[in-house]
């Protein structure tokens, strides 16, 4: 990994950390066994999205690179290879962690020229991934948030966002706080293959609730959905209708795409677990990362008149909605707005 290549050298700074700016960490313990974490202290926090993107927001806060989650078909596994870092198990197992994102958010949003746009996370990488069970990151960046009452969304598969539930409930009542959990299927063979360092969906289903109790309105994005693995009738009613009695306020499917550098090492996993699927994804894939037009409108038709029979509907897209928190059972505007970004 060439860090000197990202850091500030004679020439003047450089665009991601400071000299001597990083430290390398081993943790022996079971939870950590495994993960070498890379301390660096970031030269900015809050970033904006390429203007090509298909992200319906602008900016962007990411504490970490790289995510023990080990999803097999993470989108952002590429972006490790920026950092000389290597895309399948150094994604899984090689974090870097921006140990200085509340202070410098602080500053980012204090600047005159910070007009207080909608910032996202969890978009990239998993923010309540198992590491922020030890930086803790996330609380000083919700009140960096809350503190300048700016717009925010979360998006994890991690149930660790319940230890700041006080903080997002501070963050509602002055402010317009998102919150989506991603759960794609139910099925836990499929699960534990997968998505091997995630809490279980059923674990994260019981988050929504969790939230949903607590006034925080929480939607499910329903993704991914996997082509022939998660996308029979059977598995997709089971899913909506768990997403259901989670008292979600929405669902949203999202077909698996497989962009380069996840596309190589789901493809390596399907080669073992499932070979048979291997040249059906050739062909379904054979025009680029994304699943072809018609067959992800059929499965959002599917998922979407699933959840008009279950009792729920789809999220529109930066619509607003009341949060109602025990102190205000009919969700009045004194308690909060809540607004649900999607990806």
């Given at each position: 990994m060439r860090w000197e290549n990202l850091t500030e050298g004679p020439a003047g700074p450089a665009a991601l950390f400071g000299a001597g700016a990083v430290v390398t960490r081993t943790i022996d313990t079971p939870e950590f066994r495994g993960i070498t974490f890379h301390e660096v202290r970031a030269r900015s926090i809050v970033n904006r999205v390429p203007g090509a993107s298909r992200m319906p927001f602008e900016w962007t806060v990411n504490p970490y690179r790289g995510c023990s989650h080990a999803c097999v078909y993470c989108f952002a596994r590429k972006t490790h290879s920026y950092l000389d870092l290597d895309t399948g198990l150094g994604f899984d197992s090689q974090i870097v962690v921006k140990t200085n994102a509340p202070e410098l958010l602080r500053r980012e949003l204090a600047a005159p020229r910070w007009t207080g746009a909608h910032i996202a996370m969890g978009t990239n990488v998993d923010c309540y991934q198992r590491?922020?069970?030890?930086?803790?990151?996330?609380?000083?960046?919700?009140?960096?948030?809350?503190?300048?009452?700016?717009?925010?969304?979360?998006?994890?598969k991690g149930t660790l966002i319940l230890r700041d539930l006080p903080l997002l409930r501070e963050a509602a009542e002055v402010t317009e706080?998102?919150?989506?959990?991603?759960v794609g299927f139910t099925d836990t063979a499929l699960w534990r293959t997968v998505e091997p360092g995630t809490p279980s969906p059923a674990a994260r289903l019981n988050a929504v609730r969790t939230l949903t109790d607590a006034g925080i309105e929480c939607g499910v994005l329903m993704a991914p959905v996997i082509p022939f693995l998660g996308d029979s009738p059977d598995r997709l009613r089971a899913t909506v209708r768990a997403v259901a009695e989670s008292g979600a306020t929405s669902v949203t499917p999202l077909v698996l795409h497989l962009r380069?550098?996840?596309?190589?090492?789901?493809?390596?996993?399907?080669?073992?677990?499932?070979?048979?699927?291997?040249?059906?994804y050739e062909r379904m894939y054979a025009g680029g990362s994304y699943a072809p037009t018609w067959y992800q409108r059929m499965i959002t038709r599917q998922v979407h008149e699933l959840a008009a029979e279950f009792g729920i509907g789809p999220a529109r897209r930066g619509a607003a909605r009341k949060a109602a928190g025990p102190e205000h059972p009919d969700g009045p505007a004194s308690a909060g707005a809540t607004q649900l970004t999607l990806l």
């Open positions: 590491a922020e069970g030890r930086y803790r990151l996330m609380p000083g960046i919700i009140e960096a948030l809350r503190d300048r009452a700016n717009p925010f969304s979360i998006l994890t706080v998102g919150i989506s959990v991603s380069p550098g996840a596309r190589e090492w789901f493809t390596a996993w399907l080669g073992e677990h499932h070979p048979h699927l291997v040249e059906r």
